[in-house]
């Protein structure tokens, strides 16, 4: 009843009026609370009128108000004709947004190894009626093989059992398909990115050093994100990324918060070329 009444009050609200009234954190709250599983109509962000299901994931991803530094980053970095790699896909929130951006001459490929979040990100491509996603049903790793997902509850928080910690909330382990940047792109499995999403729950620094070549041939943009609940382990994290990109030529620059007022440590980051 509560998600039949959260998009009976969406479908009733003027268009011009969605983002404002979003601003209020209540009406965020109700919103959150009641799309889950829904397919709604984002109302804000560069996703605004985009149809989005979050599944059991985010629910900020159906209202668009989801990471908006990160979604900024898209918009400036992103044109009609690009190649955008969604690392990390989860259920499809900026695969949906970048399909947009890069219009039905560019392409996005989506990286998912997770076979719940995948079916809800094949039902948000075709919600949008998208041809330019292609969807890797893998994990992307430092070298191309097999390894072992530990799979959260939550859709967004499964890791590669070569981390070793598991997710506080871990369920099952389930075997994965792993693969790597340069390898995909050097079979012609994938086309050279302009920019690179990569939100993989602690394996950045592998999924890095599969782009190796792509950092001395192509020189994409990259953004990712890195978190951890320890504050020393978040900074650890993120000196050994953006050590592993300077050497590569790359400069980092922090974004602005996306999660300023939760008890966990969450950064992102774009990495772009050195002058």
């Not at 782009?211 to 890195?226: A, C, D, N, S």
């Not at 978190?227 to 602005?256: I, M, N």
Request: aromatic share 8%.
């Amino acid at each position: 009843m509560a998600n039949r009444l959260a998009a009976a009050v969406q479908k009733s609200i003027p268009g011009r009026w969605k983002g404002w009234l979003l601003s209020f954190p209540l009406t965020r709250r109700f919103m959150h609370q009641t799309v889950r599983e829904q397919d709604m109509t984002m109302a804000t962000g560069i996703g605004q009128g985009l149809a989005f299901n979050p599944g059991r994931s985010n629910p900020a991803y159906a209202v668009g108000s989801n990471e908006l530094p990160v979604q900024q980053v898209l918009v400036d970095h992103l044109r009609p004709g690009d190649v955008f790699y969604d690392v990390g896909a989860n259920v499809g929130f900026f695969t949906i947004l970048a399909a947009r951006l890069v219009g039905p001459a560019g392409r996005v490929y989506a990286f998912e190894p997770l076979p719940d979040n995948v079916a809800v990100l094949r039902h948000n491509i075709a919600l949008n009626a998208f041809e330019n996603v292609t969807l890797i049903e893998a994990a992307v790793a430092a070298r191309p093989g097999q390894g072992e997902l530990m799979v959260a509850h939550y859709s967004g928080g499964s890791a590669l059992a070569t981390l070793g910690t598991p997710p506080p909330d871990m369920k099952e382990r389930l075997p994965v398909t792993l693969v790597s940047l340069d390898d995909l792109l050097a079979s012609g499995t994938i086309a050279q990115a302009k920019l690179v999403k990569v939100d993989v729950e602690g394996a950045e620094l592998a999924v890095l050093q599969g782009m190796t070549e792509m950092f001395r041939t192509h020189r994409p943009g990259i953004i990712y994100e890195i978190d951890d609940a320890d504050a020393a382990a978040f900074q650890q994290k993120s000196r050994l990324c953006a050590e592993f990109l300077g050497e590569h030529g790359y400069q980092v620059t922090p974004l602005a918060e996306s999660y300023a007022d939760i008890d966990w440590h969450v950064g992102h980051f774009l990495a772009t070329e050195s002058n």
